[in-house]
């Protein structure tokens, strides 16, 4: 049982960190949260990924309400892409379980790069 204890008291604490990054840097968590599941709680890519997922909505409605608030959205422009992001998750959590798990990893390894290198070359 403690070990049961410890392991969420890790997952809660993560957790709490990762939600402080997206919540500041307005990125979804699974930027930090799939690496550290896949690394340090030893997790398959395919669970890390798909248990991302799971926590965008929550996170995402929280930081959006305070975003909001403070006058920091277009709604307008958030809806379509709501539209576009919801048709596109279904398709790619489909085609998600027919890619290997060493694939999937690349693929998200090489985006966090493509994405890191555009942002520090626009700066």
Do not use: C, W
């Not at 997206?22 to 997790?43: A, D, E, K, Q």
């Not at 965008?56 to 709501?82: Q, R």
Request: net charge positive.
């Amino acid at each position: 049982m403690p070990e049961i204890m410890s392991k969420q008291i890790k997952f809660g604490a993560a957790g709490f960190i990762v939600g402080i990054l997206s919540g500041l840097l307005g990125v979804g968590g699974g930027i930090f949260l799939v690496p550290i599941m896949v690394t340090y709680f030893n997790l398959t890519q395919h669970v890390a990924q798909a248990t991302s997922m799971a926590i965008v909505i929550p996170t995402a409605f929280v930081s959006s309400l305070i975003y909001g608030f403070h006058g920091n959205m277009d709604i307008s422009l958030a809806m379509n892409l709501v539209i576009g992001s919801v048709l596109g998750a279904s398709i790619g959590a489909r085609v998600m379980k027919r890619i290997p798990a060493i694939r999937l990893k690349q693929l998200f390894s090489g985006l966090l790069i493509l994405v890191g290198l555009k942002m520090v070359l626009t700066l």
